[in-house]
Structure formats: structure tokens, C-alpha cells
């Protein structure tokens, strides 16, 4: 699951500017689908919480020490992190939110509760299928030589088996 978290992570910010995401899980086995699951809901989960590590209150009150030019309580994790708020965050919707919590207006449970309307994407889903043959386009075996085939001027056609075999999805 390490791989499929650094790939969410990857994509993570193009994620952050959809509106929904239909994310489709591809592979020759069913065997991870469940944990996969719990990674995927759990990333949003995650990205969705105000309060969580990397979440909107924390970016509002980090970018308010910033603000008010108390440079010397940041450290290069926390501009970093402001940055990528930047992104992550840059709705007029909620720079609006967040100039109401700094002046006062609003307080940190309504700026929570406000927050959840703005969230992208709203809605997330993801779809597992499972395909027939060719594991060694899908999998990554660290312990053995590959061979790569040496090109030739003669024509040759695919014959494998890729034919889909679909599950259901899962949402």
C-alpha cells in the first residue's frame, strides 16, 4: 500500500482543485482492494479534517503568524506548508473564511463548521476492477533480471489476453 499512498500523495493537489473524483483501482487480483479502500477514504478523510495535522485551521493559523510577520516562530516545515496551503486552500470562499477568523468575526467552530461546505473534492469514490493476464505490466518484482526484448524491423501483434473482467464498485 506504500506505492498506491505515494501516488495519492502525488496527485493529492489535483485532486484538491475537482470537483469530484472517480478514482478507478486496477489490478490482476483482488487481494488489496479492501485495504485500498481504507487508504483511499482514509487520505480524504485526512485532507477534509479542519483540525487534522495538515488541515485548514492549522494552515489558517500558521499563515496568520506569518501574516503578522512573526517570522521567527516558523519554521522551514511551516513555510513549506504554507506554500502548499496556498494551493490547497486558495479559494476566494475561503480566503474570505479566513479573513473573517482573523479579524475576529467568526470563531473556530463556526470556521469548522463553514469550512465543510467548501471541501474538494466534495465527492469522492473509488471503482476496483481486476484484469486478466500480463502481471508484469501491474506488479514490480525487484529480485528478478528483466529482459528486454531487442527491436525488430519485422511487424509482430500483441495476442495476450487483456479482456476486462470488471467487480463491482465499490463507493
Same mark, same amino acid.
Given at each position: 500500500?506504500?506505492?498506491?499512498? *505515494?501516488? &495519492?500523495?502525488? !496527485? &493529492?493537489?489535483?485532486?484538491?482543485?475537482?470537483?469530484? &473524483?472517480?478514482?478507478? !483501482?486496477?489490478?490482476?487480483?483482488?487481494?488489496?482492494?479492501?485495504?485500498?479502500?481504507?487508504?483511499?477514504?482514509?487520505?480524504?478523510?485526512?485532507?477534509?479534517?479542519?483540525?487534522?495535522?495538515?488541515?485548514?485551521?492549522?494552515?489558517?493559523? *500558521?499563515?496568520?503568524?506569518?501574516?503578522?510577520?512573526? !517570522?521567527?516562530?516558523? /519554521?522551514?516545515?511551516?513555510?513549506?506548508?504554507?506554500?502548499?496551503?496556498?494551493?490547497?486552500?486558495? +479559494?476566494?470562499?475561503?480566503?474570505?473564511? !479566513?479573513?473573517?477568523?482573523?479579524?475576529?468575526?467568526? *470563531?473556530?467552530? *463556526?470556521?469548522?463548521?463553514?469550512? &465543510?461546505?467548501?471541501?474538494?473534492? +466534495?465527492?469522492?469514490?473509488?471503482?476496483?476492477?481486476?484484469?486478466?493476464?500480463?502481471?508484469?505490466?501491474?506488479?514490480?518484482?525487484?529480485?528478478?533480471?528483466?529482459?528486454?526484448?531487442?527491436? /525488430?524491423?519485422?511487424?509482430?501483434?500483441?495476442?495476450?489476453?487483456?479482456?476486462?473482467?470488471? +467487480? /463491482?464498485? /465499490?463507493?
Amino acid at each position: 500500500m506504500d506505492s498506491f499512498r *505515494t501516488h &495519492l500523495d502525488a !496527485y &493529492l493537489n489535483l485532486f484538491t482543485n475537482l470537483q469530484s &473524483l472517480n478514482f478507478r !483501482y486496477i489490478a490482476t487480483r483482488d487481494t488489496n482492494f479492501e485495504r485500498a479502500k481504507k487508504v483511499f477514504h482514509g487520505t480524504f478523510q485526512r485532507l477534509w479534517n479542519p483540525d487534522g495535522p495538515s488541515g485548514l485551521l492549522q494552515y489558517f493559523r *500558521t499563515r496568520r503568524t506569518w501574516d503578522e510577520k512573526h !517570522y521567527g516562530k516558523l /519554521s522551514n516545515d511551516d513555510i513549506a506548508f504554507i506554500n502548499e496551503g496556498k494551493e490547497r486552500f486558495g +479559494s476566494q470562499e475561503l480566503e474570505k473564511l !479566513y479573513r473573517r477568523w482573523c479579524a475576529g468575526e467568526i *470563531t473556530e467552530n *463556526t470556521m469548522r463548521s463553514d469550512s &465543510l461546505k467548501f471541501r474538494t473534492p +466534495s465527492e469522492v469514490s473509488i471503482i476496483f476492477s481486476t484484469v486478466n493476464g500480463q502481471a508484469a505490466l501491474f506488479e514490480r518484482h525487484p529480485h528478478c533480471a528483466v529482459n528486454m526484448p531487442v527491436k /525488430s524491423s519485422e511487424e509482430t501483434f500483441f495476442t495476450g489476453d487483456f479482456t476486462p473482467d470488471f +467487480s /463491482s464498485g /465499490s463507493r
